[in-house]
């Protein structure tokens, strides 16, 4: 075979690699990327890239927050031509994102036309919509122009952009953020800036506080939402020290009183990023399912303040457990991440905790400072020279302006003249005569002993570390005034309440009360019957099989099946298969031994009691409550092989052997327990233990026979013993069975 490949024109540029390695560089380039240019927020500034370019690009546009609204399609077009070079439509929701007071506890941008709800519609088309920066924006962008911050070529070198804004307040923990990149995730819940403020002015005169000392300033999240933080204040310590966690939200809601003793419930505020009209629709749905069977309705009654009405199915029903059970099964409570997972200033992505966050924020504060304080200091040093020139101009103005006029190149002749810079003869025949007219000595002195005070203030404000730290605090105190507790943007809207115990929700706040009948088969086949159907030849079931246990019961019961290896299997009500056809394997439902059956099936009573015997003659009486399991494998309760658990409700016991033989001896001879062998009930010298019976010594021992007629035994005393004997023969008509059931 010949091989016609031809080699490139240019096989210098071939790279002969692995493809595994080939592969894991340009992934890492890519998760590199998707972290640092999507994801992750930077600690400094709180922004990803396309907010950071938003904002400036809206800056550039003069859109400052007294200037009149512009088409977000021109905002858009603007950051996507110049700065960010990806779709429109994820641009636009990003801006729409900064303007939902729902979604940012402060928000960024101001928007005039539909820019969506909380009940989860859309925005309108970027074409309908207008906006320009807020106050908060305006205070992120502060400094841009007095150097504060480094610029970078944007993707195509043709402008600049921002690496990082100035920040004039914590935006990273006031605004929050989430992201996914790959390997890792973001989320930080919004906090009150008010009292981040008030946390950076603790840290910024004592460095050393902990994080337990901010958190008697900084309380915990504040959703734009509001609603109630249910975490208790360790947790929300742990969280805040290890920058991972999670915090409880759940819905505010008040009690509403009507006429006649009816009531309803107003629920006011949602949790964080719960859409209202999901949680209708689902509210509604478990109505309809038949899970929330304390709910009789819902509807909402919202304008724009937040206000769902639930109505109770009974006015017998408390609130407490009504809304305890819609807590559990329905959105009105979340659970929402906290991962405060950021870039810091060498863009290396990292977990912080509440200290080190605002530490860093605190840093970059103080970078900007001293950026913006040389910069001023670069601007007064050029106007001092500048005045120096027009004090030579003022007391030479004749000589002056002769120069000028007769000099074909005055400048060089004016710094020989007067020993001026290139920068002061500049000024010099850059001077209209108008303003030449206007020059005072006084004027121009008093200027420059001004500026020489500043000078001298902010070059030993470069010297010192503590006047820096102070002058922060002052601009924080006053960007507080933006976000201040009494304002309507800055008034706390989450509130906090530790809910240790509460209220102990049943099965009937989950499953609707019904009337069910249980059937379960001698080989395993299970089913539930609507309503309690007392026919019981009338039960169809599989050719061969016939009913083992027939339980009435209703659909919030729990039913406690006892096997013949001793274990003891629950089984919820509403857990038991539909009655259409023969029902289900009950061995699909419980992990049931391979060639183990069940003995007893009955549903559990609190605080009953029932005497669970063996075959070997072995038995106790054990309480319902201590036979409940709680996983499909069950609990182990009796050792050796099951024979039955029968209601303890009586004085005496009965037990009969294979052997048939009875024995009769008084219930307070057995020990209760809650697992175990229990007590010898009968010598058994051949055979094993064929039923027992709980009777009430006044109402005497009867048995049913094989045509199921009760048979009375009035001499029952004669078979009275002692617990641990043999017995007697049975007497004359007892079932042939061997047993008490016929």
């Not at 310590?237 to 915090?247: C, I, N, S």
């Not at 009948?517 to 001698?522: F, G, N, P």
């Not at 009691?609 to 069950?634: E, H, I, P, T």
Request: glycine share 8%; proline share 5%; hydrophobic share 45%.
């Amino acid at each position: 075979m010949t091989d016609n490949t031809t080699l490139p024109d240019n096989p210098g540029r071939i790279i002969d690699e692995p493809i595994g390695e080939a592969l894991s560089k340009r992934y890492l380039a890519y998760a590199l990327s998707t972290i640092t240019s999507r994801a992750l927020p930077d600690v400094r500034d709180g922004l990803k890239p396309v907010h950071r370019r938003l904002l400036y690009a809206m800056r550039e546009l003069n859109l400052d927050p007294d200037s009149a609204f512009k088409k977000c399609a021109r905002v858009v077009g603007d950051v996507m031509g110049r700065f960010h070079p990806h779709g429109d439509q994820a641009i636009y929701d990003a801006l729409v994102r900064l303007a939902q007071d729902f979604t940012v506890r402060f928000p960024l941008i101001d928007g005039q036309g539909n820019f969506g709800n909380i009940d989860g519609d859309n925005a309108a088309a970027m074409r309908y919509t207008e906006s320009r920066l807020t106050k908060a924006a305006e205070s992120l962008l502060a400094g841009l122009d007095e150097n504060a911050v480094d610029f970078r070529s944007t993707y195509d070198g043709l402008d600049r952009e921002p690496i990082v804004l100035p920040a004039g307040f914590p935006n990273l923990l006031a605004n929050g953020a989430a992201g996914i990149a790959v390997g890792m995730a973001t989320q930080i819940p919004p906090h009150n800036a008010a009292e981040l403020i008030d946390a950076c002015q603790i840290l910024l005169f004592n460095p050393d506080a902990s994080t337990q000392d901010l958190l008697k300033v900084v309380h915990g999240p504040d959703f734009p939402t509001g609603g109630l933080v249910i975490d208790s204040p360790e947790q929300i310590l742990q969280a805040y020290e290890t920058g991972r966690g999670a915090f409880r939200i759940r819905a505010r809601w008040e009690v509403e009183e009507l006429a006649r003793g009816m009531w309803r419930i107003i629920v006011t505020e949602l949790p964080f990023q719960v859409p209202k009209a999901k949680l209708i629709t689902d509210l509604a749905t478990l109505i309809e399912l038949k899970k929330a069977p304390l709910l009789g309705d819902v509807r909402d009654e919202s304008s724009d303040i937040i206000r769902l009405v639930l109505e109770p199915k009974a006015r017998t029903v408390e609130p407490d457990m009504l809304m305890e059970s819609l807590f559990k099964l329905s959105e009105l409570e979340v659970r929402f991440s906290l991962n405060m997972n950021v870039l810091d200033a060498r863009q290396a992505p990292r977990v912080m905790g509440l200290k080190e966050a605002l530490d860093a924020f605190l840093d970059h504060r103080l970078v900007v400072l001293r950026r913006r304080t040389a910069f001023r200091l670069d601007k007064i040093a050029a106007r001092l020279e500048v005045l120096a020139a027009l004090l030579i101009v003022y007391l030479n103005l004749d000589e002056v302006i002769r120069i000028i006029r007769t000099q074909d190149e005055p400048k060089p002749v004016l710094i020989k003249r007067f020993k001026l810079t290139e920068t002061q003869a500049e000024a010099i025949l850059n001077t209209r005569l108008r303003s030449l007219r206007k020059l005072e000595e006084m004027e121009i002195r008093q200027e420059e002993a001004a500026l020489r005070a500043e000078q001298a203030g902010l070059a030993a404000l470069l010297k010192d570390p503590e006047g820096q730290r102070r002058r922060i605090g002052e601009e924080l105190a006053l960007t507080r005034q933006i976000f201040g507790p009494d304002t309507a943007l800055g008034r706390r809207r989450t509130r906090f309440a530790e809910i240790k115990d509460g209220p102990m929700v049943h099965a009937e706040a989950f499953v609707a009360r019904e009337p069910i009948t249980i059937v379960l088969t001698h080989k395993g086949w299970l089913r539930a019957l609507r309503g309690h159907v007392d026919d019981i030849a009338a039960l169809k079931v599989k050719d061969g099989d016939a009913a083992a246990f027939v339980v009435q019961a209703e659909t919030t019961d729990r039913l406690l099946l006892l096997a013949s290896d001793g274990r003891v299997f629950t089984l919820r009500g509403d857990q038991v298969p539909g009655g259409r056809g023969a029902g289900e394997p009950i061995r699909l439902l419980l992990d049931i031994g391979e060639g183990d059956f069940i003995n007893a099936c009955f549903p559990h009573r609190a605080g009953a009691k029932r005497l669970v015997a063996s075959k070997d003659g072995y038995g106790f009486v054990a309480n319902d409550d201590d036979m409940l399991a709680q996983k499909r494998s069950g609990k182990q309760v009796l050792s050796g092989e099951a024979l039955t658990a029968i209601p303890a409700q009586g004085d005496h016991v009965a037990v009969i052997s294979s052997a048939r033989k009875l024995l009769i001896f008084p219930l307070e001879d057995l020990p209760e327990m809650a697992r175990g062998k229990g007590v010898r009930l009968q010598m058994l010298r051949e055979g094993h233990l064929a039923d027992a019976l709980v009777f009430a010594a006044h109402a005497g021992l009867a048995w049913t026979d094989a045509a199921g007629r009760q048979r009375a035994l009035p001499e029952w005393r004669d078979w009275l013993g002692k617990r641990g004997q043999a017995g007697k023969l049975a007497p004359k008509g007892f079932p042939r069975s061997g047993t008490f059931s016929g």
